[in-house]
């Protein structure tokens, strides 16, 4: 089973993008965040002949997940669906060949000072409490998305300057860490554990990319019995460089199941 992750940073403006690399890479599925598109406006024809399923959550300008599939799920969850505040599309639970796969787009959370900050902290917890809830450790799952977090300083370039950025504070990545704890591991960093490798590349700066100054916050994890079974995992770095791209880029993984 081949999954991908990617950050479209509007799809209507990354359509060609995705439906390329659809067509090129062909995975088993492809989870998508920040949509920015209301549900009746999301551009499901556009995919109509590209053989896959999708199901979707959405908002006008903001946020926004989907889940491409090449079979159709077995069952689709979104949202916390917990009564402590009321949900952002940020979150897309289906279920295929009794594999849960979630999406996430975890909250920026803008400046360390900021509700938006503590907000990020919060949606973690409730996030772990989703997996108490809802998922078994002993059963396969996987969890992926944007996160924005780093989790190490290998993660991000110069972290020695980011401490207090809202993607690599000590809290935010604590915060992320008990999420993993319920029983998730990351494939890429279990993969190759001293390798640097970003997944995002701010527009603020033209030369990132050339420059290698990233930060890898998407991601993809798995509970134990699938996260033996990956056997591949691997940034393509290729879409960040086309024109107009999205400031994230796609990351995918191979598990043998």
Known sequence: MKIATFNANSLRARLDPVL??????????????????QDIHFPAEAFAESGYNVCFKGMKAYNGVAIFSKERPEHVFHGLRDDLEPDEPRLLHVVINGIHILNTYVPQGYLIDSPKYAYKLAWFKRLRNYFEKHLDPQKPAIW?????????????????????????????RLAYQQALEWGFSDVFRRLFPDKQQFTFFDYRFPQ????????RIDHILA???????????????????????SDHTFLWAQFDV
């Open 20 to 37: 390329g690399w659809l067509a090129r890479h062909k995975p088993d599925v492809l989870c998508v965040q920040e949509t920015k598109v």
């Open 144 to 172: 992926c998305g944007d996160m924005n977090v780093a989790p190490l300083p290998m993660d991000v370039h110069h972290p020695e300057k980011h401490e207090d950025h809202v993607c690599f504070h000590k809290d935010a």
């Open 208 to 215: 990132s990319v050339s420059s290698n100054r990233g930060w």
């Open 223 to 245: 509970t134990e019995r699938l996260a033996g079974r990956c056997t591949h995992v691997e940034v393509d770095l290729e879409p960040r460089l086309a024109p107009r791209a």
